[in-house]
């Protein structure tokens, strides 16, 4: 079961230190999702080689102005111990015809392993699917990276993928979820291996990580500069996960504070979630600035009075996931102000998680009143510094080893 990390149940540390210093070969599929990327971009650890697939389908590739024969779509090294390769598949591949649909990615992998003749070769299998992947490859060793539950991606196939997630996790050396509540729920319906199944937050990426602990906002980008102090910041997109009604109540309670919304801001829905989101975003205080690349975004964490994880607590997606916010502000030191979703719940000692809007409110009111500082900001930097992407990382392949 999961073991605690400085007082907070439901966070495994894992080993202690390298379980081996066999030469190993790792394939990530996938790497598609940027905070996949960013935690296995960052392992940096001798002797272990890393290969980075990417796999679209024609459409999503053709939208990014990629296609097979693409120079993009070559293997290349991109570190002293990393390469990458992009495929760009016929629709389906995944889901429809996964045996065929697996074949070129299993051809790259295999070519790459078969220049490391010494090493262990080991899979890290990001969706259950890649099940199919796994058996063409026959690795020495695997691991199933969940970071949601599936099911809600593709509900009609709901059945097949319960059926394909607990095949990945029997037979995979370890099983690592981002999010405390999927472990729990794959021991549940694991039970043989649930000592094989370990729950270890995203890892915070390097430029996320301030030199130090934050207890005063930084200077704002310039797209902020001009605006009112407090600077109350959310990071993501306009979608129904995020309470609306809260965000506008926030809005009015602070009408000298600046709220700031950094992500893609789409076209109005007919949905029931848009109304109070539009409210919200009519507010004379709301600054939407659209979105904004990663590598810029550790400046506005690290300029925000208190970065806002407003999520709804009756969404199915937050009952499941783990918000890569969390350890992406949690670099910076700066306060945190959150609902009570699962996720947030297990850092209580390190940020403001509210139960209701009151007491969310509030938080943000202690916060501002009290010079923008909760006293809490090395606490933050120091979990962070130490869920570092390539802790993680190497984490992760010490109990794949371990468990093998």
Request: proline share 9%; aromatic share 10%; hydrophobic share 35%.
């Amino acid at each position: 079961m999961s073991t605690a990390i400085m007082g907070t149940p439901g966070l495994d540390p894992g080993p202690t230190s390298p379980t081996s210093n066999v030469p190993v070969a790792l394939a990530v599929a996938d790497a598609g999702w940027a905070t996949t990327e960013h935690l296995f971009r960052e392992l940096d650890r001798d002797p272990v080689d890393v290969l980075l697939l990417k796999c679209l389908d024609y459409v999503n590739g053709w939208r990014k102005g990629l296609y097979p024969w693409s120079s993009a779509c070559r293997m290349k090294q991109s570190g002293p111990r990393r390469w990458e390769r992009q495929h760009v598949l016929p629709s389906g591949w995944m889901k429809r015809y996964p045996r065929i649909g697996m074949r070129p990615i299993a051809r790259s992998i295999g070519s790459w392993w078969r220049n490391r003749p010494e090493s262990r070769r080991g899979l890290v299998m990001t969706y259950p699917h890649y099940l199919y992947l796994r058996d063409q490859l026959r690795p020495d060793f695997s691991v199933y990276y969940n970071i949601d539950d599936y099911t809600l991606y593709w509900p009609g196939h709901a059945d097949l993928l319960r059926e394909l997630e607990c095949e990945a996790v029997r037979s995979s050396s370890a099983t690592v979820c981002v999010a405390w509540s999927r472990a729990e729920e794959l021991r549940a319906a694991v039970p043989e291996a649930a000592d094989r199944i370990h729950h270890i937050p995203h890892g915070t990426p390097s430029r996320f990580l301030a030199p130090e602990p934050l207890d005063r906002p930084a200077d704002p980008p310039g797209d902020l500069g001009g605006l009112p102090r407090p600077l109350l910041g959310y990071v993501g997109s306009m979608e129904d996960r995020v309470d609306w009604e809260l965000m506008d109540r926030l809005s009015l309670t602070f009408p000298s504070a600046s709220i700031v919304v950094v992500g893609r801001v789409g076209a109005p829905e007919d949905q029931p979630w848009w109304e109070p989101c539009a409210r919200f975003l009519a507010r004379p205080n709301v600054h939407a600035i659209g979105w904004r690349p990663q590598e810029e975004l550790p400046r506005y964490y690290q300029s925000f009075d208190a970065t806002l994880i407003p999520y709804r607590l009756d969404h199915p997606f937050n009952r499941a996931c783990s918000p890569t916010k969390i350890m992406d502000a949690m670099g910076s030191g700066r306060p945190i102000v959150a609902t009570a979703i699962p996720e947030c719940r297990l850092h209580r000692d390190r940020f403001h998680v509210a139960e209701g809007e009151d007491e969310f409110l509030s938080a943000i009111r202690a916060i501002v009143e009290g010079g923008s500082d909760d006293g809490r900001s090395a606490l933050r930097h120091a979990f962070a510094t130490e869920h570092s992407c390539s802790g993680v990382a190497g984490r992760i392949v010490d109990l794949a080893l371990a468990g093998d």
